[in-house]
């Protein structure tokens, strides 16, 4: 007789403990064990979170090397009772440990198939009982996961309308994170639930300071002090909560007929010809916003406008606004407005800007090209990759919670009765109008932090602190994926003939790029590289792109005047005409400005079991290689934090947004 080890642990959140019966069996390339107990005769041996149980599992003769574990729950008394299980760990007769990631929720009468956590290609996993279980693996995943429509020309979505996803989905998602996904109750959190249906409007700029008096922060004080400069409306562009949308303007757009005469003087001695000539003039364009009709909300019609914005980089390195034009086509109803225009004109125009900001940032960079994309890179993961699969192993914490936040955004923000859907300014029919029309705009560069910035001309644009920072952490990310995946793809060869990437690929193409070649994206790999530099970009989409467009929403937008969620009168027409009133009618009413207050506060959220980018508390890998790859990873990360610390000291505003420490792994929130 030969005894194996095995020793079961119990994940350490509230409810991972089971009263079930736990029976685990192994299988091995020779034989496989009989089906045993882990203990639970006494009270000690329960399976308590954060507990680990051990057992002596016999067998005739050693079972050669282990395929695959399985773990059986059973219910005791009936009692239906999830169990949360980390890992498995077995000591072999040979002396080896081979460890069997679990990391999910068992039902209480469910059977799982755990692989070693040795990973392996298709083609490398050659026992047929080895084959069958990887087959059979993606088998129930594909019939459980599906791709369904959410709308006609956006990427596919999970077939799942509520967010308590089955078990073997699920990971460690609770119903408290679903609970706390709510406006309402950040609602009562800012303590501003009794305003969310005064229909008023603010009786002066001022008022707004009282309801912030709890809930305030240094970013949220230097924008309430500083959201109607003009050197702050053009810092947003660069490293606000939308660093996407500007360009170097090499050619005034037609439809922005901005004469030489207007910014006279906005320019130094030079003219607006040398200047755009010389590199310092950009451009913000909202055309994607133009025909959209404003939502209702309240009973009430809100008004959405697409503007032009041009800017001027002064040689002080300053961005700063010339010229704004609120409509897409030119003429007497539509003026360009200027910084020597009246202040209340000037002003008004910014604001027009800044709510035409919120539904580009919020729908386009923030819901599609991180959230939407992530749920894609998700669904192809769990399909496609089987556990033993090295970029399964690599995907998955990139994918942690992404399913289950986006299901809670359908279901609570952008719903007929959503948050957003009731309160914001872009609805109705415009919103997925709006979300097709970005869903066509997509292109594999504009997704890679490198080329984007280069396809926008802005490699050289001065305090650019989310292209500089952007850009470490992109090769940061690069440097790990790149030794993890040529630690297993030792030729391009190899990725030709791994199946399973191939189908992973495809799938992406298909269901998230709409298998629109147009796009650049890939249908199938055929190099290594090719391969490092997509993995590069979905983790990065995840994490540090997530952070940059999400984790600033309230900072920038607890101030509502900076980043008005809905404008309820119609772009003025004329000069001159703009008081204080006019904004202040304009503006959200206080109902609207509370609730979407609340909307922001959620989602910039920080939930207590937030996973920061290199932090891995699964153990997925256990070879030494992809190991110290981790370690590696880790130690550049806290360098760059360190890095990203010492210049935030230098800097009036600093720009923490991309520091590693406050990037999370996946869109969780
Ligand atoms: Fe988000």
């Not at 007769?93 to 209480?108: K, M, T, V």
């Not at 983790?539 to 309230?554: D, L, P, Y």
């Not at 699964?618 to 210049?647: G, H, M, N, T, W």
Request: glycine share 6%; proline share 5%; aromatic share 10%.
């Amino acid at each position: 007789m030969v005894s194996y080890t095995v020793m079961v642990q119990t994940g350490s959140r509230p409810f991972s403990g089971t009263t079930s019966y736990v029976y685990v069996q192994l299988r091995g390339a020779d034989a496989e064990s009989q089906e045993e107990k882990v203990h639970r005769r006494f009270l000690s041996f329960g399976f308590f979170k954060g507990s680990e149980r051990t057992i002596t599992l016999e067998t005739e003769s050693s079972l050669g090397e282990l395929i695959y574990l399985k773990l059986r729950s059973k219910a005791f008394l009936g009692l239906d009772n999830q169990w949360f299980c980390n890992k498995i760990t077995v000591k072999t007769p040979e002396g080896a440990d081979i460890l069997f990631p679990c990391y999910r929720w068992l039902g209480s009468d469910e059977t799982v198939v755990l692989r070693p956590a040795k990973a392996s290609l298709v083609f490398q996993d050659t026992n047929p009982i080895a084959q069958k279980t990887r087959l059979s693996q993606l088998e129930g995943r594909q019939k459980l996961i599906r791709w369904s429509v959410y709308a006609e020309g956006l990427p596919r979505i999970v077939n799942y309308k509520s967010a308590l996803l089955p078990e073997e989905l699920s990971f460690s998602f609770s119903k408290e994170t679903e609970f706390s996904y709510t406006a309402g109750v950040q609602l009562i959190y800012l303590k501003l639930n009794g305003l969310a249906d005064n229909r008023g409007s603010w009786e002066s700029i001022d008022q707004l300071y009282m309801i912030l008096c709890d809930i305030t922060n240094e970013t949220i004080e230097y924008v309430e002090d500083h959201w109607d400069e003009d050197e702050f409306f053009g810092y947003q562009f660069l490293n606000g909560l939308n660093p996407m949308l500007i360009q170097r303007c090499s050619k005034l757009p037609e439809n922005f007929p901005v004469t030489e005469e207007m910014v006279k003087g906005l320019l130094g001695e030079h003219t607006l010809e040398a200047e755009i000539a010389n590199g310092n003039v950009f451009l913000c364009d909202y055309k994607m916003l133009d025909g959209l009709v404003g939502n209702v909300v309240a009973g009430r019609q809100q008004y959405l406008t697409a503007p032009l914005v041009l800017l001027y980089c002064n040689p002080q390195g300053k961005m700063l606004p010339i010229a704004i034009q609120l409509g897409q086509t030119p003429g007497p109803e539509n003026p360009i407005f200027l910084p020597s225009d009246p202040k209340y004109d000037w002003l008004l125009a910014k604001i027009f800007v800044r709510a035409a900001e919120f539904s580009v940032q919020e729908l386009d960079f923030h819901l599609l090209r991180t959230h939407l994309l992530s749920e894609v890179f998700a669904m192809a993961t769990l399909r496609n990759l089987p556990s033993p699969h090295p970029l399964f192993k690599l995907l998955i914490p990139h994918t942690r919670y992404t399913l289950q936040i986006n299901i809670l955004a359908r279901n609570k923000l952008i719903s007929d009765d959503g948050s957003i859907t009731v309160n914001a300014g872009i609805g109705g029919e415009s919103l997925p109008k709006l979300l097709q029309r970005a869903t066509s705009s997509l292109t594999y560069s504009s997704l890679c932090l490198a080329e984007n910035i280069s396809e926008r001309g802005l490699e050289d644009v001065p305090n650019y602190y989310y292209r500089d920072d952007g850009k470490k952490l992109w090769n940061i990310i690069h440097k790990y994926v790149e030794g993890v995946v040529q630690h297993y793809y030792t030729s391009d060869e190899h990725v030709q003939k791994d199946t399973e990437l191939q189908s992973w690929i495809r799938e992406i193409f298909t269901n998230g790029f709409l298998g629109r070649s147009s796009t650049g994206v890939p249908e199938s790999f055929h190099t290594v590289s090719d391969l490092i530099k997509f993995v590069t970009m979905v983790i990065f989409t995840a994490s540090a792109q997530h952070a940059a467009v999400n984790n600033g929403q309230f900072d920038f937008g607890g101030w509502m005047p900076n980043h008005p969620t809905a404008l309820r009168k119609p772009p003025p027409k004329e000069k001159g005409q703009t008081t204080m009133s006019t904004i202040l009618e304009t503006l959200p009413d206080i109902g609207t400005t509370v609730n979407g207050m609340a909307v922001l506060s959620l989602l910039s959220k920080t939930f207590s079991d937030q996973y920061p980018l290199g932090s891995f508390p699964e153990d997925l890998f256990d070879e030494e290689v992809p190991c110290k790859l981790i370690a590696d990873f880790q130690k550049d990360l806290r360098e760059l934090s360190d890095l990203i610390e010492k210049r935030n000291e230098t800097l009036e505003f600093p720009y923490t947004y991309l520091s590693p420490q406050n990037v999370e792994n996946s869109v969780a929130i």
